[in-house]
């Protein structure tokens, strides 16, 4: 008869197991213990236990650490399906799906090594009033080192989407010199790349109200501060005063005898029906005198560049793979977690998560 090993299934077997040995050097895992083993202080922990006398020996911190950054790197994570409406640190935020409570995950992405260098949550809507602490938190992370670098000295080019963009920003990177690309949300508007891109969208733009005259088409005298509509009627001045960003314009309208009764009413004012009434108005148009010095016009000349646009170019290459991966492979597309100390501690986990599998 054939001779065949024993394959009883139901014997008992002690297999002795090395858990360092299981641990493949280039594998996440290796590298996660070596990080928490030789590198982490956890040592501010051991005030929180008091069971050096009595009580149970707990786990070490070190363990449980590696237990959660494991998890967050496979998509594994405990969800709430509550809203977070009893937070009061968090924010109203109006999204895609809605308007919803929360925080908003700001990060800071190095570009030669695609890594997070300072992460930050935020019980803010918008994100205009975050880039300013951002930029306090990126120069402390050089500074605690002793990095030599600086963000005022140019040597770090700073790229962030048109969400960070408005007047206050502008004015601190100006100020403070700040090597900073920040696009207004009409920036590929003005890109001749995109030219043919858009037309689709202008198109349908300008169906959805009734075609009137430009103000290009009204004549203008800044010296004499006189105007002439396309009929070629006299518009009276109402004022010259300054406009909500600080420009001096100067305001005309249309006499009501003369556009009540004008032949090119109807490809002049969209409703036509206001020169009727004695308490309505004519056309009414501006022009510019004196545009004010802003640190947004400033921006916006250096993103329009060519320079400028090529290396705003780049930040899509560099942020978003990084929230792609958080959010798509490991599966946090939402916080779920409440306070703002216990949301940055889960938001800065799994940006420690995605840069140990940078290393």
């Not at 949300?185 to 430009?214: C, E, G, I, V």
């Amino acid at each position: 008869m054939p001779n065949y090993r024993n394959d009883d299934y139901s014997q008992c077997r002690l297999i002795a197991v090395n858990l360092e040995e299981q641990l493949v050097p280039g594998t996440f895992e290796y590298t996660l213990h070596y990080l928490v083993e030789h590198y982490l202080d956890l040592s501010d922990f051991d005030a929180d236990y008091k069971n050096d006398g009595v009580g149970r020996p707990a786990y070490h911190p070190g363990v449980l650490l590696r237990i959660v950054l494991f998890a967050y790197s496979r998509g594994i994570f405990t969800s709430r399906h509550k809203s977070n409406i009893t937070d009061n640190e968090s924010a109203t935020m109006k999204t895609s799906h809605g308007v919803i409570q929360g925080y908003n995950g700001v990060s800071a992405v190095d570009k030669k090594h695609q890594m997070i260098v300072v992460t930050e949550v935020y019980g803010a809507g918008p994100e205009q009033q975050t880039l300013i602490p951002m930029f306090n938190s990126i120069q402390d992370c050089y500074e605690r080192p002793g990095v030599p670098l600086h963000l005022s000295n140019g040597e770090i080019i700073v790229t962030a989407d048109t969400g960070f963009a408005n007047e206050a920003n502008m004015k601190h990177c100006h100020d403070n010199k700040i090597n900073a690309y920040i696009p207004d949300n009409q920036f590929r508007s003005r890109d001749p790349r995109f030219t043919d891109h858009l037309k689709p969208a202008s198109r349908k733009r300008k169906t959805m109200h009734k075609p009137t005259y430009l103000v290009s088409a009204f004549h203008d005298d800044p010296v004499a501060d006189t105007c002439r509509c396309p009929a070629g009627k006299s518009l009276r001045l109402v004022n010259v005063g300054r406009d909500q960003h600080g420009n001096t314009k100067a305001f005309f309208e249309g006499r009501l005898t003369d556009c009540r009764v004008c032949e090119k009413q109807q490809q002049c004012m969209r409703n036509g029906e206001t020169a009727d009434d004695l308490s309505g108005h004519g056309r009414q148009v501006s022009f510019m005198k004196e545009k004010k010095a802003s640190c947004t016009e400033w921006m916006r000349h250096r993103v329009d560049t060519d320079e400028g646009r090529a290396i705003y170019g780049h930040r899509m290459h560099v942020v978003e793979p990084v929230f792609g991966n958080i959010e798509s492979n490991k599966g946090l597309n939402r916080f779920t977690l409440r306070t703002s100390e216990k949301v940055r501690s889960q938001w800065q986990l799994f940006s420690l998560v995605h840069n140990i599998e940078d290393l």
